[in-house]
């Protein structure tokens, strides 16, 4: 062979599987040697490699919340969304059905849908026209000659799953048990009918943090008091019933709303499960009846079939991605996905009774103020940390066990979780 053709190029997959086997050891170890109730090691919120962990461990194995079903309420609506790598499609079927596909075309991998949400009568790739039904089926691919099945190019489904009007994807091939998380926080939804509700607002923010430092902001309440004082005009810095810095006056509401919830046959118990992984409780508010700037709430209409609009809020986070607020008159719900080691989309959406008219029953703007200018908050309050955790002298700090036990619940699960799937069966270096 003539010596200018005899270019080699070394294969990139020795080295990258090196990469990969050093970053996974390196982790383990920071995980089995870490000290407990601190923060996390530097590489946990900024190594491209330990974020590619994440991706595969936690992201690519778990239950993720990708938006809402009264998002998509005709057949052939649809919302798009990406779990790291992996782009989405949640549609709906003729027959009312979600589904989710995966939106890479079965001819040659084009995306099919790039808007962020639509409704089409089918699924058409942009590239040949292959056209899917929104059950996934190939229903015509052109010009593929007399011999093509086309029962054999059917999209790829993700699994799917919907609960008290919430859509919860996940893209691995064996998803976990789903079923003991729909029967212990649907009781705790359904009064709030969300299934039939509408979106009257959204909002998105991209976050130049770690996924995990936007959770960990989430999860305590530790700083409400020195940055948001429009939350705090309504809620509680405390969010355990029984903290013992709560004062009189909101201990005995607490205790007067659960006797109230208890007679209306509202759940409202605090119940953590699956290791932290999910939890559900009904707080009432500090002050008020909805989280807006004066405590009334937003919308005339109220939630479904409800009549009282003091209902607190019914607190659902489920980890990795999601926390929120279901109130009377409004349901808030955020979504948070990464986008890279330091970057992270938080989208939020307020929900209100679908047949709430715009400008009549609620003013977007009041709607809304309360929770963007948090989000806003937060936003920054994430950005700052991931910047000090950057610096080459950052070293894990102390969380404080009576104030950010939120905080020890998530990166308890998390290190749990990351631990347990990197100890399991190893990739091996061919
Ligand atoms: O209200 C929330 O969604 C969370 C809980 C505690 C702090 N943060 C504002
Ligand atoms: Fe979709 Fe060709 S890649 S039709
Ligand atoms: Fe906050």
Redesign the pocket.
């Known amino acids: 062979m003539c010596r200018r053709h005899r270019i080699h190029f070394p294969s990139r997959e020795p080295r990258y599987m090196e990469q990969h086997l050093d970053s996974h050891a390196e982790a383990l170890h920071l995980l089995r040697t870490r000290e407990k109730n601190f923060s996390l090691p530097q590489p946990f919120y900024k190594d491209p490699a330990f974020y590619q962990l994440d991706l595969e461990h936690i992201w690519y194995k778990n239950w993720i919340f990708a938006g809402v079903s009264c998002d998509i309420p005709k057949p052939g609506d649809y919302f798009t969304l990406a779990i790291g790598e992996y782009p989405l499609i949640v549609s709906r079927a003729k027959d009312g059905s979600i589904h989710a596909f995966h939106n890479t075309c079965r001819h040659r991998g084009s995306r099919i849908c790039s808007k962020h949400r639509g409704n089409a009568p089918k699924l058409v790739c942009p590239y040949h026209q292959w056209t899917y039904e929104h059950d996934g089926k190939l229903l015509f691919a052109g010009q593929m000659g007399p011999d093509f099945d086309v029962s054999k190019y059917a999209l790829k489904q993700a699994h799917c799953r919907t609960v008290g009007g919430y859509v919860f994807v996940c893209v691995a091939d064996e998803a976990p048990d789903f079923e003991a998380f729909r029967a212990t926080v649907e009781p705790y939804m359904l009064p709030h009918e969300l299934e039939g509700a509408k979106v009257a607002h959204t909002s998105t923010l991209i976050e130049k943090a770690n996924w995990k430092l936007v959770i960990e902001n989430?999860r305590?309440?530790y700083h409400?008091a020195g940055s948001?004082p429009e939350?705090l005009r309504t809620?509680s810095e405390f969010?355990a019933t029984d903290d013992p810095r709560i004062n009189p006056v909101f201990r005995q509401r607490i205790i007067d709303k659960a006797a109230q919830w208890d007679a209306q046959g509202l759940p409202n118990k605090a119940v953590y499960a699956d290791n932290h992984r999910y939890r559900v409780v009904r707080l009432p508010l500090a002050h008020g009846e909805s989280m807006t700037m004066d405590g009334k709430p937003a919308v005339k209409r109220l939630l479904g079939h409800l009549s009282d609009a003091d209902l607190g809020s019914v607190r659902l986070l489920s980890l990795p991605n999601s926390?929120n607020?279901l109130q009377g008159d409004h349901a808030l719900a955020f979504r948070v996905l990464p986008l890279g080691p330091e970057t992270t989309m938080v989208t939020t959406f307020w929900l209100v009774h679908k047949d709430a008219v715009e400008d009549v029953d609620y003013d977007v703007a009041n709607l809304a103020k309360v929770w963007e200018a948090?989000n806003d908050q937060d936003r920054i309050l994430a950005e700052e940390n991931q910047v000090g955790i950057d610096s080459p002298a950052y070293e894990p700090g102390p969380y404080g066990t009576d104030i950010e036990f939120g905080v020890l619940n998530f990166i308890g699960w998390y290190t749990d979780a990351l631990e347990s799937e990197l100890a399991g069966p190893q990739p091996s270096l061919k």
């Open positions: 989430n305590e309440c409400c948001h939350l809620i969010d926390w607020h948090t």
